[in-house]
């Protein structure tokens, strides 16, 4: 089945450092959206992208749309320690009757 | 503005028991409704979804089933619960083609 590589797997980063992390998949996708979830609660979303290029920023966020529709990357600026989470890229396919699927995560560390 | 319920927020049961956790969705009408699993904080597996009352695919073969009596109520049931059923439950919504929005989420602890 189709699978959506993410990377890295967790990060270690100080108060004020950038992040990045990003989704492969061998598979077009036709949608890109990316959750954060905290310990014990369910992902919320914080950006969706529907278009090939597409760059949007959510405050300090920032996600891209791949041109080749294969890949999406999500940028933090200058994190702070609310930033901690798991953060999970997800793809919806063309017709796929809105399912998505999810990449494994990246867990987010911040010392203060 | 549309919200999502889960219930309850915490659930341990003996292994064998039966178990039934609710969704419901407010302020929206015909969406796709969604179960997911999650073990140990990562990685969300796809249960079952559902596009309208009654239909429900499953995407995962197991002793777990699910039902959707109403438009915006989606439950998922199991008649003996094993220790492998331990997990985060989480339940999302969508318009046809849309987003998903989750739920908060049942954790379900079997001993």
């Known amino acids: 089945g189709q699978q959506l590589n993410q990377s890295p797997q967790s990060m270690f980063i100080q108060e004020g450092e950038d992040v990045s992390m990003n989704c492969t998949s061998s598979s077009i996708f036709n949608t890109w959206l990316w959750y954060k979830q905290e310990p014990g609660e369910g992902p919320v979303l914080l950006i969706a992208l529907y278009k090939a290029g597409e760059l949007t920023s959510n405050g300090r966020l920032t996600a891209q749309f791949g041109i080749t529709r294969k890949d999406s990357f999500l940028n933090i600026s200058a994190s702070i320690p609310s930033d901690v989470g798991i953060y999970f890229c997800a793809g919806q396919l063309s017709g796929s009757q809105g399912n998505l699927i999810f990449g494994k995560g990246t867990k987010l560390s911040v010392k203060p | 503005s549309q919200t999502i319920h889960q219930w309850p927020a915490t659930l341990v049961q003996p292994v064998g028991s039966p178990l039934s956790l609710e969704c419901t969705v407010e302020g929206t009408s015909n969406p796709n409704l969604y179960w997911y699993r999650q073990a140990a904080g990562r990685g969300l597996q796809l249960l079952f979804y559902?596009?309208?009352?009654?239909?429900i695919s499953s995407e995962v073969p197991q002793n777990l089933s699910a039902s959707r009596p109403q438009d915006r109520q989606f439950i998922l049931s199991s008649k003996k619960l094993l220790l492998s059923d331990s997990g985060f439950y989480l339940c999302?919504?969508?318009?046809?083609?849309?987003?998903?929005?989750f739920g908060p989420g049942t954790r379900l602890l079997v001993l």
């Open positions: 999302a919504w969508s318009a046809p083609f849309g987003t998903q929005y």
């Open positions: 559902s596009v309208g009352i009654g239909q």
